[in-house]
DNA sequence: CTGAAAGCGCTTACAG
DNA sequence: CTGAAAGCGCTTACAG
């Protein structure tokens, strides 16, 4: 019976209507859960479209209704862990939003994160999350308005006049600094890598002010390779510079592992004869030994309230730009001591 | 002039058609790159879409020509920097192809499996790459070709009757096996966690026939947690079978992350006291002290393939059912030792 | 609560 | 190479 109606797929909602002996109309309201339709033709319905096998076809859907029930989300880079856990947050919501997720990658690089944006539009996605590329150009912004599209910032931001949903990085750097400074630290270094973008910015000023702050030397800031296993290798700048550290914070927790196997092979011993901070806390600084302590910024909690962000600008378009900055927490494991008094 | 014609955004191709002065469907040629418009003629209609910033709607387009340009990719998990590896691949592949991808997350069950996948044939995906959840019920063949819908399987196969591209896993567990024994190892310990598939069991038979090659004990297989910081306080688990392994292989990269670190807090020095193998050879294995030897399944290289068949069989598919097994690759790298003669 | 009509923006034959 | 017409499968008012 049902096979039959089903060459090539094509059981169409008028069949659905037809089989249940209802307008197209009404079956339309069914798939869409209207409360307008009575309990038993709603029953009729459903039995029609199950015995048809009948599959909703959102593209047309969307056509008519301007919705696509699709998001888009675009990252610098799909492999880092960091990025993985904010896009498993953000699949959460979307999921639960009933949405879907097209993710594109902008490589970090500004001309194609042009592309994948014209790409997400041309497929018609209800909004954006961007967390943006390196080198953005300020005109995001207006670009972005003229599009009348939904757009949220994540991680990072280039403008104040779209959404964003981030971190206090500056806030977490000063807990860092904090932390260490009650231990007695004062050399203490600042290990960056990757691209420069407000997030790094942030981090960079929060531990030059924090130093400050305490009157410590605020400029221990080295740069060491992306790849984490290259930095081992340039752990020696770290104290190339004249003035040895007791402690170093790092940019991210890839950075802490890098120095970690880094300090490992120069046999020097963390958490005894230097301190390490982390940043991001992802799911190694648990298994690393000595475990490490870090700066909390839950990637996948960033990712919900990008989306949460997202679903109400979709549902208003007008509102005022929003931020959502979320707090850090320092995790103290067993990677910094006291500096002993030599 | 520009600016007028776009309230809400609405630059249609007839706009376009109209603005250049041919026909519709001239300008849905020139949108599609068809050779049969003339330079001339393209010239002006490309000019009169920028003019009019016109974006093209993939959505309509998908109605009429019954592609959207869009794959789905369900996995069960989007946080193990494994997957992370492997959507990065996979997305590469994807992008060059000019198509875009809908992620969704199984969360290896087969009900949350049912409900993505029948909502990625809603958003009329052309093909899905799925990684069958653990437990995928036998009828899943059947079903997808009711569906009519390309799919092919990666890293885990549930059926021979759809395409797969996965990894030879038992070879690798072979390597491993040879490698230990030229080492002189013969108490080899298997070590194992999370939900059980056919790389699971692919896996394990893997490592039993190896030991039986070699007339070694078979049964050293156990089980770990599944996190990674959970799976250090259970290292003791390895010792109390009755026999002390001088050597174990991981299901994966994080079980040996694991492990190391409950060697570690044991006092045991892997390399010396004990050996270590890891399996996928994800990022961190270079960064751990000491480097881990693992076997390298190239995640990325397998969503290379996965796309691959994909495409072929959206372009074909009556093909035959294929399978793309790639090869794995020991990385040795410093956490084994030849067993001391004691 | 239900029906008949129009239309979302494109592509597809089919003539010229 | 170009035009006019029909249609992809839905939803949206608008009447009943």
Same mark, same amino acid.
């Given at each position: 019976?049902?096979?039959?109606?089903?060459?090539?797929?094509?059981?169409?909602?008028?069949?659905?209507?037809?089989?249940?002996?209802?307008?197209?109309?009404?079956?339309?309201?069914?798939?869409?859960?209207?409360?307008?339709?009575?309990?038993?033709?709603?029953?009729?319905?459903?039995?029609?479209?199950?015995?048809?096998?009948?599959?909703?076809?959102? /593209?047309?859907?969307?056509?008519?209704?301007?919705?696509?029930?699709?998001?888009?989300? &675009?990252?610098?880079?799909?492999?880092?862990?960091?990025?993985?856990?904010?896009?498993?947050?953000?699949?959460?919501?979307?999921?639960?939003?009933?949405?879907?997720?097209?993710?594109?990658?902008?490589?970090?690089?500004?001309?194609?994160?042009?592309?994948?944006? +014209?790409?997400?539009?041309?497929?018609?996605?209800?909004?954006?999350?961007?967390?943006?590329?390196?080198?953005?150009?300020?005109?995001?912004?207006?670009?972005?308005?003229?599009?009348?599209?939904?757009?949220? +910032?994540?991680?990072?931001?280039?403008?104040?006049?779209?959404?964003?949903?981030?971190?206090?990085?500056?806030? /977490?750097?000063?807990?860092? &600094?904090?932390?260490?400074?009650?231990? /007695?630290?004062?050399?203490?270094?600042?290990? &960056?890598?990757?691209?420069?973008?407000?997030?790094?910015?942030?981090?960079?000023?929060?531990?030059?002010?924090?130093?400050?702050?305490?009157?410590?030397?605020?400029?221990? &800031?080295?740069?060491?390779?992306?790849?984490?296993? +290259?930095?081992?290798?340039?752990?020696?700048?770290?104290?190339?510079? /004249?003035?040895?550290?007791?402690?170093?914070?790092?940019?991210?927790?890839?950075?802490?592992?890098?120095?970690?196997?880094?300090?490992?092979? %120069?046999?020097?011993?963390?958490? %005894?004869?230097?301190?390490?901070?982390?940043?991001?806390?992802?799911?190694?600084?648990?298994?690393?030994?000595?475990?490490?302590?870090?700066?909390?910024?839950?990637?996948?909690?960033?990712?919900?309230?990008?989306?949460?962000?997202?679903?109400?600008?979709?549902?208003?378009?007008?509102?005022?730009? %929003?931020?959502?900055?979320?707090?850090?927490?320092?995790?103290?494991?067993?990677?910094?001591?006291?500096?002993?008094?030599?």
């Amino acid at each position: 019976m049902s096979r039959q109606d089903q060459k090539r797929n094509k059981v169409t909602l008028l069949d659905v209507a037809k089989h249940a002996d209802v307008s197209r109309a009404t079956a339309s309201l069914v798939v869409r859960k209207s409360p307008l339709v009575g309990a038993e033709t709603r029953e009729r319905v459903e039995a029609a479209m199950r015995e048809l096998g009948y599959v909703y076809n959102m /593209g047309a859907a969307r056509l008519r209704a301007e919705r696509s029930h699709t998001i888009g989300v &675009v990252v610098p880079n799909l492999t880092n862990p960091f990025f993985a856990e904010l896009l498993g947050g953000m699949e959460a919501s979307v999921d639960a939003a009933g949405l879907v997720m097209i993710i594109a990658n902008s490589g970090d690089g500004p001309p194609r994160q042009a592309a994948v944006l +014209q790409r997400l539009r041309e497929h018609g996605v209800d909004g954006i999350i961007l967390c943006p590329a390196a080198g953005t150009p300020d005109d995001l912004a207006s670009k972005v308005s003229d599009w009348k599209l939904p757009v949220v +910032q994540a991680l990072r931001h280039v403008t104040d006049d779209i959404d964003y949903a981030g971190v206090d990085y500056a806030a /977490g750097m000063e807990e860092a &600094v904090e932390y260490l400074v009650s231990l /007695g630290h004062q050399a203490i270094c600042f290990a &960056v890598h990757g691209p420069v973008h407000s997030a790094y910015h942030e981090r960079v000023q929060g531990f030059r002010e924090s130093m400050k702050r305490f009157s410590l030397k605020p400029d221990l &800031v080295i740069r060491v390779p992306d790849r984490v296993d +290259q930095i081992a290798k340039e752990a020696d700048a770290l104290f190339a510079q /004249g003035r040895v550290p007791s402690a170093v914070i790092c940019f991210n927790d890839l950075v802490a592992h890098g120095l970690a196997a880094g300090f490992y092979d %120069r046999g020097l011993r963390i958490g %005894r004869d230097i301190s390490l901070i982390g940043f991001d806390d992802v799911a190694d600084a648990e298994a690393m030994r000595p475990r490490l302590t870090s700066v909390s910024t839950s990637p996948s909690e960033i990712g919900h309230n990008a989306v949460a962000l997202l679903l109400e600008r979709i549902a208003q378009p007008s509102l005022p730009p %929003r931020c959502w900055i979320s707090a850090t927490k320092l995790h103290i494991r067993d990677s910094c001591s006291p500096l002993s008094s030599s």
